[in-house]
Protein backbone atom coordinates (compact mmCIF):
# COMPACT_ATOMS: atom_id res chain seq x y z
CA UNK A 1 0.00 0.00 0.00
CA UNK A 2 1.22 3.23 -1.11
CA UNK A 3 1.72 5.84 1.64
CA UNK A 4 0.14 9.32 1.64
CA UNK A 5 2.03 12.40 2.09
CA UNK A 6 -0.78 14.49 2.90
CA UNK A 7 -1.59 16.37 5.70
CA UNK A 8 -4.43 15.64 8.37
CA UNK A 9 -5.75 18.56 9.75
CA UNK A 10 -8.83 17.99 12.47
CA UNK A 11 -10.72 20.22 13.31
CA UNK A 12 -12.52 20.55 17.12
CA UNK A 13 -14.19 23.64 18.96
CA UNK A 14 -11.99 22.55 21.88
CA UNK A 15 -8.36 21.79 21.35
CA UNK A 16 -7.96 17.77 22.99
CA UNK A 17 -5.95 19.77 25.62
CA UNK A 18 -6.76 20.95 29.26
CA UNK A 19 -5.25 24.41 30.32
CA UNK A 20 -4.52 25.05 33.61
CA UNK A 21 -3.59 28.66 35.30
CA UNK A 22 -0.39 28.61 37.26
CA UNK A 23 0.33 31.98 38.44
CA UNK A 24 0.67 34.24 35.17
CA UNK A 25 1.51 31.06 33.38
CA UNK A 26 -0.40 28.33 31.98
CA UNK A 27 0.26 24.39 31.98
CA UNK A 28 -0.86 22.27 29.13
CA UNK A 29 -2.29 18.86 30.34
CA UNK A 30 -3.04 16.19 27.40
CA UNK A 31 -6.85 15.60 26.79
CA UNK A 32 -8.44 12.19 27.11
CA UNK A 33 -10.52 10.32 25.27
CA UNK A 34 -10.97 7.71 22.86
CA UNK A 35 -10.63 10.58 19.74
CA UNK A 36 -7.47 12.03 20.95
CA UNK A 37 -5.98 8.26 21.18
CA UNK A 38 -7.20 7.54 18.06
CA UNK A 39 -5.66 10.40 16.03
CA UNK A 40 -2.87 11.61 17.72
CA UNK A 41 -0.56 8.55 16.69
CA UNK A 42 -2.21 9.36 13.27
CA UNK A 43 -1.52 12.91 13.70
CA UNK A 44 2.50 12.65 15.20
CA UNK A 45 3.37 9.93 12.23
CA UNK A 46 2.16 11.81 9.48
CA UNK A 47 2.89 15.17 10.44
CA UNK A 48 -0.65 16.86 11.03
CA UNK A 49 -2.18 19.81 12.99
CA UNK A 50 -4.75 19.78 15.85
CA UNK A 51 -7.08 23.49 14.88
CA UNK A 52 -9.56 24.23 18.03
CA UNK A 53 -9.81 27.04 20.67
CA UNK A 54 -8.37 26.32 23.74
CA UNK A 55 -11.34 27.32 26.48
CA UNK A 56 -9.34 30.40 27.44
CA UNK A 57 -11.11 33.70 26.39
CA UNK A 58 -9.70 37.27 25.79
CA UNK A 59 -5.98 38.52 25.44
CA UNK A 60 -4.69 35.36 26.62
CA UNK A 61 -2.42 34.12 24.12
CA UNK A 62 -1.44 30.46 24.73
CA UNK A 63 0.13 29.50 21.47
CA UNK A 64 3.47 29.47 23.17
CA UNK A 65 2.60 27.14 25.53
CA UNK A 66 1.01 25.05 22.72
CA UNK A 67 4.41 25.51 20.96
CA UNK A 68 6.13 23.58 23.50
CA UNK A 69 3.54 20.92 23.75
CA UNK A 70 3.33 20.36 20.32
CA UNK A 71 6.95 19.49 20.13
CA UNK A 72 6.26 17.01 22.68
CA UNK A 73 3.16 15.58 21.35
CA UNK A 74 5.02 15.41 17.70
CA UNK A 75 1.74 17.30 15.78
CA UNK A 76 1.28 20.76 15.90
CA UNK A 77 -1.51 22.62 18.18
CA UNK A 78 -3.18 25.57 17.09
CA UNK A 79 -5.38 27.81 18.93
CA UNK A 80 -8.56 29.81 17.38
CA UNK A 81 -8.56 32.43 19.83
CA UNK A 82 -12.40 33.57 21.02
CA UNK A 83 -13.40 36.78 22.73
CA UNK A 84 -15.91 36.70 25.83
CA UNK A 85 -18.43 37.79 23.04
CA UNK A 86 -18.20 35.35 20.32
CA UNK A 87 -18.13 32.40 23.24
CA UNK A 88 -21.34 33.39 24.80
CA UNK A 89 -22.58 33.80 21.39
CA UNK A 90 -21.43 31.22 18.73
CA UNK A 91 -20.72 28.37 22.06
CA UNK A 92 -22.78 28.66 24.73
CA UNK A 93 -25.98 30.34 22.64
CA UNK A 94 -25.60 28.90 18.91
CA UNK A 95 -24.24 25.56 19.70
CA UNK A 96 -25.88 24.79 23.22
CA UNK A 97 -29.08 26.63 23.03
CA UNK A 98 -30.19 25.86 19.16
CA UNK A 99 -28.40 22.86 17.70
CA UNK A 100 -27.62 20.52 20.66
CA UNK A 101 -31.47 20.77 22.38
CA UNK A 102 -32.77 20.83 18.69
CA UNK A 103 -31.13 17.90 17.43
CA UNK A 104 -31.63 15.80 20.76
CA UNK A 105 -35.61 16.34 19.80
CA UNK A 106 -35.74 18.98 22.66
CA UNK A 107 -37.25 21.97 20.76
CA UNK A 108 -38.96 23.66 23.57
CA UNK A 109 -34.99 24.49 25.24
CA UNK A 110 -34.17 26.23 22.34
CA UNK A 111 -33.41 30.18 22.06
CA UNK A 112 -33.37 31.78 18.44
CA UNK A 113 -31.79 34.45 18.89
CA UNK A 114 -30.81 36.00 15.76
CA UNK A 115 -27.62 37.14 17.08
CA UNK A 116 -26.30 33.72 18.28
CA UNK A 117 -26.57 32.70 14.37
CA UNK A 118 -24.59 35.58 13.56
CA UNK A 119 -21.54 35.05 16.46
CA UNK A 120 -21.95 31.50 14.52
CA UNK A 121 -21.05 32.64 10.97
CA UNK A 122 -18.09 34.67 12.84
CA UNK A 123 -16.75 32.31 14.75
CA UNK A 124 -16.71 29.76 11.89
CA UNK A 125 -14.77 32.19 9.55
CA UNK A 126 -12.45 32.62 11.92
CA UNK A 127 -12.11 28.71 12.19
CA UNK A 128 -11.73 28.71 7.97
CA UNK A 129 -9.05 31.38 7.78
CA UNK A 130 -7.03 29.09 11.10
CA UNK A 131 -7.83 26.03 8.24
CA UNK A 132 -6.60 28.02 5.05
CA UNK A 133 -3.79 29.41 7.16
CA UNK A 134 -2.29 25.73 8.37
CA UNK A 135 -2.48 24.06 5.26
CA UNK A 136 -2.86 23.42 1.69
CA UNK A 137 -4.72 22.48 -0.95
CA UNK A 138 -3.38 19.08 -0.77
CA UNK A 139 -4.73 18.45 2.87
CA UNK A 140 -7.46 16.23 4.27
CA UNK A 141 -8.96 18.59 6.62
CA UNK A 142 -11.71 16.26 9.05
CA UNK A 143 -13.91 18.78 11.18
CA UNK A 144 -15.46 17.29 14.04
CA UNK A 145 -19.05 18.30 15.51
CA UNK A 146 -22.07 20.63 15.62
CA UNK A 147 -20.26 23.51 16.35
CA UNK A 148 -18.43 23.91 12.88
CA UNK A 149 -20.90 22.95 10.23
CA UNK A 150 -20.36 25.89 8.41
CA UNK A 151 -16.37 25.37 8.24
CA UNK A 152 -16.54 24.04 4.04
CA UNK A 153 -18.62 27.03 3.38
CA UNK A 154 -16.38 29.32 5.22
CA UNK A 155 -13.43 28.30 3.41
CA UNK A 156 -15.06 28.34 -0.14
CA UNK A 157 -16.36 32.20 0.86
CA UNK A 158 -12.82 32.95 1.18
CA UNK A 159 -12.11 30.98 -1.45
CA UNK A 160 -10.31 28.47 -0.57
CA UNK A 161 -10.35 24.84 -1.60
CA UNK A 162 -9.79 21.97 0.62
CA UNK A 163 -10.91 18.21 0.79
CA UNK A 164 -13.11 18.26 3.74
CA UNK A 165 -14.98 15.95 5.67
CA UNK A 166 -17.05 16.39 8.65
CA UNK A 167 -18.45 14.56 11.44
CA UNK A 168 -21.47 14.76 13.31
CA UNK A 169 -21.18 13.78 16.90
CA UNK A 170 -24.93 14.06 18.10
CA UNK A 171 -28.09 12.91 16.67
CA UNK A 172 -29.46 14.53 13.35
CA UNK A 173 -33.64 14.99 13.91
CA UNK A 174 -35.96 13.82 11.72
CA UNK A 175 -37.57 16.62 9.18
CA UNK A 176 -40.32 17.99 11.59
CA UNK A 177 -38.15 19.20 14.51
CA UNK A 178 -35.02 20.13 11.65
CA UNK A 179 -37.58 22.63 9.89
CA UNK A 180 -37.98 24.33 12.97
CA UNK A 181 -34.73 26.10 12.79
CA UNK A 182 -35.26 29.37 11.55
CA UNK A 183 -31.57 28.99 9.98
CA UNK A 184 -32.58 25.33 8.11
CA UNK A 185 -31.75 26.51 4.72
CA UNK A 186 -28.53 27.59 5.46
CA UNK A 187 -27.37 24.87 7.39
CA UNK A 188 -28.16 22.31 5.22
CA UNK A 189 -26.35 24.33 2.11
CA UNK A 190 -23.32 24.70 4.55
CA UNK A 191 -23.16 21.03 5.10
CA UNK A 192 -23.67 20.37 1.11
CA UNK A 193 -20.17 21.96 1.18
CA UNK A 194 -18.23 19.38 2.66
CA UNK A 195 -17.24 16.39 1.00
CA UNK A 196 -17.90 13.90 2.96
CA UNK A 197 -20.81 14.20 5.60
CA UNK A 198 -20.39 11.30 8.70
CA UNK A 199 -23.03 10.27 11.25
CA UNK A 200 -23.47 7.95 14.15
CA UNK A 201 -26.37 5.59 12.66
CA UNK A 202 -28.41 5.05 9.66
CA UNK A 203 -31.35 6.86 11.28
CA UNK A 204 -29.28 10.15 11.79
CA UNK A 205 -28.56 9.96 7.90
CA UNK A 206 -31.88 9.06 6.65
CA UNK A 207 -33.30 12.18 8.15
CA UNK A 208 -29.76 14.20 7.11
CA UNK A 209 -31.17 13.04 3.52
CA UNK A 210 -34.47 13.68 4.06
CA UNK A 211 -34.13 16.99 4.95
CA UNK A 212 -31.73 17.44 2.14
CA UNK A 213 -34.85 16.39 0.15
CA UNK A 214 -37.15 18.76 1.30
CA UNK A 215 -34.64 22.01 0.92
CA UNK A 216 -32.92 21.61 -1.87
CA UNK A 217 -35.28 19.40 -4.34
CA UNK A 218 -32.89 19.18 -6.99
CA UNK A 219 -30.32 17.17 -5.25
CA UNK A 220 -30.22 13.61 -6.19
CA UNK A 221 -29.39 10.50 -4.05
CA UNK A 222 -27.26 7.54 -5.74
CA UNK A 223 -25.79 4.63 -4.47
CA UNK A 224 -26.54 1.75 -1.14
CA UNK A 225 -24.41 0.53 1.98
CA UNK A 226 -22.61 2.49 4.38
CA UNK A 227 -22.20 5.71 2.35
CA UNK A 228 -24.20 6.93 -0.27
CA UNK A 229 -24.00 10.15 -2.54
CA UNK A 230 -25.68 13.23 -3.09
CA UNK A 231 -25.55 14.84 -6.56
CA UNK A 232 -26.32 18.35 -7.26
CA UNK A 233 -25.17 21.42 -9.41
CA UNK A 234 -22.10 18.95 -10.75
CA UNK A 235 -21.20 18.56 -7.34
CA UNK A 236 -20.91 15.52 -5.18
CA UNK A 237 -21.47 14.99 -1.56
CA UNK A 238 -20.68 11.26 0.18
CA UNK A 239 -23.14 11.34 2.99
CA UNK A 240 -22.25 7.97 5.50
CA UNK A 241 -22.72 6.12 8.72
CA UNK A 242 -19.86 5.38 11.34
CA UNK A 243 -20.43 4.55 14.77
CA UNK A 244 -18.01 6.11 17.00
CA UNK A 245 -16.54 4.01 19.82
CA UNK A 246 -13.85 3.32 21.90
CA UNK A 247 -10.49 1.50 22.59
CA UNK A 248 -11.53 -1.21 23.32
CA UNK A 249 -8.37 -2.66 24.24
CA UNK A 250 -7.27 0.25 26.55
CA UNK A 251 -10.54 -0.10 28.83
CA UNK A 252 -9.89 -4.05 28.83
CA UNK A 253 -6.54 -3.98 30.07
CA UNK A 254 -7.01 -1.18 32.67
CA UNK A 255 -9.98 -3.15 34.05
CA UNK A 256 -6.94 -5.74 34.37
CA UNK A 257 -5.03 -4.14 36.00
CA UNK A 258 -4.19 -4.37 39.85
CA UNK A 259 -4.80 -0.74 40.70
CA UNK A 260 -8.58 -1.34 38.97
CA UNK A 261 -9.12 -4.53 40.87
CA UNK A 262 -7.93 -3.81 43.84
CA UNK A 263 -9.60 -0.01 43.63
CA UNK A 264 -12.92 -2.47 42.80
CA UNK A 265 -12.82 -3.93 45.52
CA UNK A 266 -12.44 -1.62 47.92
CA UNK A 267 -15.77 -0.11 46.21
CA UNK A 268 -16.93 -3.64 46.67
CA UNK A 269 -16.47 -3.79 50.17
CA UNK A 270 -17.89 -0.07 51.12
CA UNK A 271 -20.99 -1.12 49.39
CA UNK A 272 -21.26 -4.60 51.86
CA UNK A 273 -21.11 -6.41 48.41
CA UNK A 274 -24.78 -5.81 47.16
CA UNK A 275 -25.83 -5.70 43.59
CA UNK A 276 -24.41 -2.47 41.97
CA UNK A 277 -26.18 -0.54 38.87
CA UNK A 278 -24.40 2.15 37.78
CA UNK A 279 -25.30 5.21 35.71
CA UNK A 280 -22.46 7.89 34.47
CA UNK A 281 -23.43 11.35 32.59
CA UNK A 282 -22.19 14.76 31.85
CA UNK A 283 -24.43 16.67 33.92
CA UNK A 284 -27.49 17.14 30.73
CA UNK A 285 -31.13 16.95 29.73
CA UNK A 286 -30.39 14.90 27.31
CA UNK A 287 -29.23 11.89 29.82
CA UNK A 288 -32.59 11.39 31.02
CA UNK A 289 -31.20 10.90 34.53
CA UNK A 290 -34.56 11.78 36.25
CA UNK A 291 -36.54 9.92 34.44
CA UNK A 292 -33.99 6.96 35.27
CA UNK A 293 -34.46 8.12 39.16
CA UNK A 294 -38.30 7.67 38.79
CA UNK A 295 -37.47 4.11 37.19
CA UNK A 296 -35.67 2.92 39.92
CA UNK A 297 -38.83 4.53 42.40
CA UNK A 298 -41.13 2.28 40.55
CA UNK A 299 -38.86 -0.58 40.73
CA UNK A 300 -38.19 -0.58 44.80
CA UNK A 301 -42.37 -0.05 44.84
CA UNK A 302 -43.07 -2.40 42.13
CA UNK A 303 -40.35 -5.37 43.62
CA UNK A 304 -40.05 -4.72 47.25
CA UNK A 305 -37.94 -8.00 47.27
CA UNK A 306 -34.65 -5.90 46.08
CA UNK A 307 -34.62 -3.35 48.73
CA UNK A 308 -31.82 -3.67 50.84
CA UNK A 309 -30.32 -5.66 47.74
CA UNK A 310 -29.24 -3.39 45.01
CA UNK A 311 -28.45 0.23 44.80
CA UNK A 312 -27.84 2.41 42.32
CA UNK A 313 -24.77 4.62 41.74
CA UNK A 314 -25.50 7.56 39.85
CA UNK A 315 -22.16 9.77 38.97
CA UNK A 316 -22.96 13.16 37.44
CA UNK A 317 -20.23 14.80 35.67
CA UNK A 318 -20.62 18.60 35.97
CA UNK A 319 -21.34 20.34 32.84
CA UNK A 320 -22.00 23.52 30.92
CA UNK A 321 -22.57 25.22 34.55
CA UNK A 322 -22.69 28.51 33.62
CA UNK A 323 -25.61 27.65 31.02
CA UNK A 324 -29.33 28.34 32.16
CA UNK A 325 -31.39 25.13 32.77
CA UNK A 326 -28.56 22.96 33.81
CA UNK A 327 -28.79 23.98 37.65
CA UNK A 328 -32.45 24.00 37.81
CA UNK A 329 -31.59 20.15 36.55
CA UNK A 330 -29.23 19.73 38.88
CA UNK A 331 -31.28 20.45 41.88
CA UNK A 332 -34.41 18.50 40.17
CA UNK A 333 -31.83 15.29 40.43
CA UNK A 334 -30.89 16.30 44.07
CA UNK A 335 -33.96 16.29 45.31
CA UNK A 336 -35.43 13.07 43.66
CA UNK A 337 -32.65 11.28 44.92
CA UNK A 338 -32.89 12.81 48.44
CA UNK A 339 -36.74 11.73 47.80
CA UNK A 340 -36.30 7.53 46.94
CA UNK A 341 -33.39 7.74 49.73
CA UNK A 342 -36.07 9.06 52.08
CA UNK A 343 -38.27 6.91 51.47
CA UNK A 344 -36.56 3.56 51.04
CA UNK A 345 -33.60 3.97 52.59
CA UNK A 346 -32.43 1.56 55.31
CA UNK A 347 -29.95 1.14 58.37
CA UNK A 348 -27.01 -0.04 56.64
CA UNK A 349 -28.57 0.67 53.35
CA UNK A 350 -29.10 3.77 50.65
CA UNK A 351 -30.54 2.81 47.36
CA UNK A 352 -28.91 5.53 45.46
CA UNK A 353 -25.51 6.98 45.80
CA UNK A 354 -25.45 9.84 43.99
CA UNK A 355 -22.00 11.46 42.95
CA UNK A 356 -21.88 14.99 41.49
CA UNK A 357 -17.86 15.14 40.66
CA UNK A 358 -15.27 14.15 37.60
CA UNK A 359 -13.71 10.80 38.92
CA UNK A 360 -10.46 9.45 37.82
CA UNK A 361 -10.19 7.46 34.23
CA UNK A 362 -9.54 4.38 36.96
CA UNK A 363 -11.86 5.09 39.23
CA UNK A 364 -14.49 4.98 36.77
CA UNK A 365 -13.22 1.69 35.52
CA UNK A 366 -13.36 0.33 38.57
CA UNK A 367 -17.24 1.41 39.17
CA UNK A 368 -17.35 -0.24 35.70
CA UNK A 369 -16.12 -3.41 36.81
CA UNK A 370 -17.92 -3.56 40.06
CA UNK A 371 -21.13 -2.74 38.58
CA UNK A 372 -23.63 -5.85 38.10
CA UNK A 373 -26.24 -3.63 35.20
CA UNK A 374 -25.59 -0.43 33.64
CA UNK A 375 -28.01 1.68 33.51
CA UNK A 376 -27.78 3.82 30.69
CA UNK A 377 -31.35 5.68 29.24
CA UNK A 378 -30.68 8.56 27.94
CA UNK A 379 -33.51 10.48 26.07
CA UNK A 380 -31.56 10.63 22.72
CA UNK A 381 -28.47 10.40 22.44
CA UNK A 382 -25.72 10.97 19.51
CA UNK A 383 -23.87 7.14 20.60
CA UNK A 384 -23.60 6.88 24.21
CA UNK A 385 -19.74 5.82 25.13
CA UNK A 386 -20.30 4.97 28.46
CA UNK A 387 -22.17 1.82 27.42
CA UNK A 388 -19.42 0.23 25.90
CA UNK A 389 -16.88 1.35 27.93
CA UNK A 390 -18.89 -0.59 30.96
CA UNK A 391 -18.91 -3.73 28.34
CA UNK A 392 -14.88 -3.43 27.67
CA UNK A 393 -14.73 -3.30 31.55
CA UNK A 394 -16.57 -6.29 32.24
CA UNK A 395 -14.06 -8.45 33.56
CA UNK A 396 -16.99 -11.14 34.75
CA UNK A 397 -18.56 -11.49 31.58
CA UNK A 398 -22.00 -11.11 33.08
CA UNK A 399 -22.80 -7.37 33.38
CA UNK A 400 -26.07 -6.72 32.18
CA UNK A 401 -26.33 -3.56 29.64
CA UNK A 402 -29.85 -2.12 30.03
CA UNK A 403 -30.12 0.59 27.18
CA UNK A 404 -32.05 3.50 26.13
CA UNK A 405 -33.24 2.23 22.45
CA UNK A 406 -32.62 6.10 21.65
CA UNK A 407 -29.04 6.16 22.17
CA UNK A 408 -26.88 5.81 18.88
CA UNK A 409 -25.63 2.63 20.59
CA UNK A 410 -28.89 0.55 20.86
CA UNK A 411 -28.45 0.07 17.03
CA UNK A 412 -25.69 -2.49 16.97
CA UNK A 413 -25.80 -3.42 20.27
CA UNK A 414 -29.92 -4.33 20.19
CA UNK A 415 -28.99 -8.26 20.29
CA UNK A 416 -27.02 -7.84 23.64
CA UNK A 417 -28.75 -5.16 25.43
CA UNK A 418 -32.34 -5.12 27.47
CA UNK A 419 -33.52 -2.29 25.20
CA UNK A 420 -35.28 0.17 27.03
CA UNK A 421 -37.85 3.52 26.33
CA UNK A 422 -36.53 5.56 28.79
CA UNK A 423 -39.96 7.56 28.97
CA UNK A 424 -41.58 4.38 30.24
CA UNK A 425 -40.76 4.37 33.93
CA UNK A 426 -42.24 1.44 34.53
CA UNK A 427 -40.59 -0.41 31.49
CA UNK A 428 -37.28 0.45 33.05
CA UNK A 429 -37.79 -0.95 36.20
CA UNK A 430 -38.99 -4.04 34.72
CA UNK A 431 -35.75 -4.13 32.70
CA UNK A 432 -33.85 -3.70 35.54
CA UNK A 433 -35.60 -6.46 37.64
CA UNK A 434 -35.34 -8.70 34.62
CA UNK A 435 -31.58 -7.89 34.74
CA UNK A 436 -31.49 -9.32 38.47
CA UNK A 437 -33.08 -12.39 38.17
CA UNK A 438 -31.41 -13.27 34.97
CA UNK A 439 -29.21 -16.16 34.81
CA UNK A 440 -25.81 -16.88 33.94
CA UNK A 441 -26.06 -18.20 30.91
CA UNK A 442 -28.26 -15.67 29.40
CA UNK A 443 -26.15 -12.97 31.01
CA UNK A 444 -22.99 -14.34 29.53
CA UNK A 445 -24.55 -15.04 25.63
CA UNK A 446 -25.63 -11.44 26.01
CA UNK A 447 -22.07 -9.81 26.77
CA UNK A 448 -19.83 -11.81 24.80
CA UNK A 449 -22.50 -10.48 21.81
CA UNK A 450 -21.81 -6.85 23.06
CA UNK A 451 -17.98 -7.32 23.38
CA UNK A 452 -18.03 -9.39 20.02
CA UNK A 453 -18.91 -6.14 18.27
CA UNK A 454 -17.43 -3.39 20.37
CA UNK A 455 -13.90 -5.17 19.87
CA UNK A 456 -14.26 -5.51 16.13
CA UNK A 457 -15.68 -1.82 15.52
CA UNK A 458 -13.67 -0.04 17.66
CA UNK A 459 -12.17 3.56 17.55
CA UNK A 460 -9.05 2.56 15.21
CA UNK A 461 -12.46 0.75 12.78
CA UNK A 462 -14.07 4.13 13.09
CA UNK A 463 -11.52 6.65 11.89
CA UNK A 464 -10.41 4.15 9.50
CA UNK A 465 -13.37 3.55 7.47
CA UNK A 466 -14.23 7.62 7.98
CA UNK A 467 -10.77 8.17 6.55
CA UNK A 468 -11.10 5.73 3.85
CA UNK A 469 -14.64 7.10 2.43
CA UNK A 470 -13.45 10.76 2.76
CA UNK A 471 -10.24 10.91 1.39
CA UNK A 472 -9.88 7.29 0.26
CA UNK A 473 -7.45 6.76 2.60
CA UNK A 474 -6.68 4.65 5.36
CA UNK A 475 -5.25 4.65 9.00
CA UNK A 476 -2.31 2.36 7.86
CA UNK A 477 -1.37 4.66 4.60
CA UNK A 478 -0.65 7.77 7.82
CA UNK A 479 1.98 5.34 9.38
CA UNK A 480 5.27 5.62 8.78
CA UNK A 481 6.37 2.00 9.29
CA UNK A 482 3.74 1.02 6.48
CA UNK A 483 4.86 0.19 2.96
C1 LIG B 1 -20.92 13.22 22.73
C2 LIG B 1 -22.30 12.71 22.31
C3 LIG B 1 -21.24 10.54 21.64
C4 LIG B 1 -18.13 9.98 32.27
N1 LIG B 1 -18.00 10.14 33.61
C5 LIG B 1 -16.69 10.31 33.87
C6 LIG B 1 -16.00 10.25 32.66
N2 LIG B 1 -16.89 10.06 31.70
C7 LIG B 1 -16.55 9.92 30.27
C8 LIG B 1 -16.91 8.55 29.78
C9 LIG B 1 -17.15 8.77 28.30
C10 LIG B 1 -17.51 10.26 28.22
O1 LIG B 1 -17.29 10.82 29.50
C11 LIG B 1 -18.98 10.47 27.91
O2 LIG B 1 -19.20 10.12 26.57
P1 LIG B 1 -20.66 9.90 25.99
O3 LIG B 1 -20.54 9.32 24.63
O4 LIG B 1 -21.41 9.02 26.91
O5 LIG B 1 -21.38 11.32 26.00
P2 LIG B 1 -21.07 12.88 25.55
O6 LIG B 1 -20.08 13.51 26.44
O7 LIG B 1 -22.41 13.53 25.54
O8 LIG B 1 -20.48 12.81 24.05
C12 LIG B 1 -22.35 11.19 22.47
C13 LIG B 1 -19.89 11.19 21.92
O9 LIG B 1 -19.96 12.61 21.80
C14 LIG B 1 -18.81 10.69 20.97
O10 LIG B 1 -19.19 10.88 19.64
O11 LIG B 1 -21.16 9.18 21.98
O12 LIG B 1 -23.60 10.70 22.03
O13 LIG B 1 -23.33 13.33 23.09
O14 LIG B 1 -15.98 8.56 27.55
O15 LIG B 1 -15.80 7.71 30.06
N3 LIG B 1 -14.66 10.33 32.57
C15 LIG B 1 -13.96 10.51 33.74
N4 LIG B 1 -14.60 10.62 34.96
C16 LIG B 1 -15.94 10.53 35.06
O16 LIG B 1 -16.48 10.64 36.16
N5 LIG B 1 -12.62 10.57 33.70
Redesign the pocket.
Same mark, same amino acid.
Given at each position: MSKSSKRLVVVSNRLPIALKKQGDSFEVHPG????VTALAPVLRDRGGDWIGWTGATGDVDVQAHLDTYSRKAGYNLVAVPLSQEQVQGYYQGFSNEVIWPLF?DLQTLCNFDPAFFQSYLEVNQKFASAIANQSDEDAYVWVQ?YHLMHAAWSLKQQNHKRRCGF?L? #??FPPPDIFLKLPWRKQIIEALLEFDLVGF?TVRDRRNFVQCVGLLRPDAKLSGRGQVVSVNYEQRELRVGYFP #?S #?DFKEFQDLARTRVAADLAHQVHAAFRRRILILG?? +?L?Y??GIPERIQAMLTLYSKYPEVREKLSLVQ?V?P?REDILGYKDKKLKIESMVSEVNGKYSQPGWVPIHY?Y +???? +?E??VAYYRVAAIAL %?T?LK????? %????YCACDVSGQGVLVLSEF???AAQLQRGALLVNPHDVEGVADAVYRAYVMGTDEKQTRMHKLKTIIRKYDIYWWVDSFLNAGFGTRLDDFRQDSV
Open positions: KGGLHDFH #IPQ #I #IAD +RDSKIVSL +RNLS +REL %VPDGMNL %VAKEAGA
